[in-house]
């Protein structure tokens, strides 16, 4: 079983910068591909953001030129790079990661508030 672990997330204020990590319990150069999701109350689970093995990235509307995704395959580690925050973005994030075998794993998630 892998596991993911995702930190980084907290309070912060209306056009801020905060840089989530997932962290996995397995090489990650084993993924398939990798993506964070978002979930915000009385709202459903939207995936936002999306990297491949071979680090092509794609992106939802709603953050495509604010958010980046990326990874740091030495420390197993997915990282999302969040500038300009708006409140819309406040939500619980996820960590999603497919692995060779077609192994599906999630993290518990962090909580991101941004708010004045």
């Known amino acids: 079983q892998v596991q993911l672990v995702e930190s980084g997330g907290g309070l912060v204020q209306p056009g801020g910068s905060l840089r989530l990590s997932c962290v996995a319990s397995e090489s990650i150069f084993s993924i398939n591909f990798m993506h964070w999701c978002r979930q915000a109350p009385g709202k459903e689970r939207e995936c936002i953001a999306f990297i491949n093995r071979i680090g092509t990235t794609t992106y939802a509307d709603s953050v495509k030129g604010r958010f980046t995704i990326s990874t740091d395959n030495t420390k197993n580690t997915m990282y999302l790079q969040m500038n300009s925050l708006k409140p819309e973005d406040t939500a619980i994030y996820y960590c999603?990661?497919?692995?060779?075998?077609?192994?599906?794993?999630w993290g518990q998630g962090t909580q991101v508030t941004v708010s004045s």
């Open positions: 999603y990661a497919n692995f060779r075998g077609n192994r599906e794993y």
